[in-house]
Nanobody, 116 residues
């Protein structure tokens, strides 16, 4: 059974930073794409950033230049380094992974709250 566990969320002041981590366990196949999504109250879940198996990345326009996604394939872990956080970044952040030949999996979410 594949399980994704996120960590690193919390309360931070505007302008601050957090590093989110998401580790996968129970894998028997390789992970292709890893990504971070977020969902703010009353809004739809949106893509924040994703990284492919060859290291290619793409970001939502709202976080470009402030967030950096990276991955550690040996640890089956994806990271999201955030910086210059804004109150509008407040949301539950979810990681997602596409496992080759097995489908996609989601974490349980971690709350990020940015105070003004």
């Amino acid at each position: 059974q594949v399980t994704l566990v996120e960590s690193g969320g919390g309360l931070v002041q505007a302008g601050g930073s957090l590093r989110l981590s998401c580790a996968a366990s129970g894998l028997s196949r390789s992970i292709s794409t890893m990504g971070w999504y977020r969902q703010a109250p009353g809004k739809q879940r949106e893509l924040v950033a994703r990284i492919t198996s060859d290291g290619s990345t793409n970001y939502a326009d709202s976080v470009k230049g402030r967030f950096t996604i990276s991955r550690d394939n040996a640890r089956n872990t994806v990271y999201l380094q955030t910086a210059s956080l804004k109150p509008e970044d407040t949301a539950v952040y979810y990681c997602a992974m596409i496992v080759m030949g097995a489908g996609s999996y989601w974490g349980q979410g971690t709350q990020v709250t940015v105070s003004s």
